[in-house]
């Protein structure tokens, strides 16, 4: 079945750098588009960044364009965000997600809390 662990996240201050991994199985992980997605508490989900199975081809929202940087590494099966210059505006639950044989899949959530 198809599985999408999510590690890292955490608290950081404005300012800082928190780097997500997304470990993905069940399905062929190199050939799929990935994205990341967050919500805020009270807000609807918005999507973060998209990135192509190669990797050449990545999307961001205009709210993380320039901070945040999507990458894959397809030998792993592994999806990563980092996020930099983080702002409080940035906290959230983040989510890996990817859509297979016509079905959604979401990672478990992770919480990313920017405060000083």
């Known amino acids: 079945q198809v599985q999408l662990v999510q590690s890292g996240g955490g608290l950081v201050q404005p300012g800082g750098s928190l780097r997500l991994s997304c470990a993905a199985s069940?399905?062929?992980?190199?050939?799929?588009?990935m994205m990341w997605h967050r919500q805020a508490p009270g807000k609807e989900r918005e999507l973060v960044a998209t990135?192509?199975?190669?990797?050449?081809?990545?999307i961001y929202a205009d709210s993380v364009k320039g901070r945040f940087t999507i990458s894959r590494d397809n030998g792993k099966n592994t999806v990563y965000l980092q996020m930099d210059s983080l702002k409080p505006e940035d906290t959230a639950a983040y989510y890996c997600?990817?859509?297979?044989?016509?079905?959604?899949?979401w990672g478990q959530g992770t919480q990313v809390t920017v405060s000083s």
């Open positions: 997600n990817t859509y297979y044989r016509r079905t959604q899949y």
């Open positions: 990135i192509d199975s190669t990797g050449g081809s990545t």
């Open positions: 069940g399905f062929p992980f190199s050939t799929y588009t």
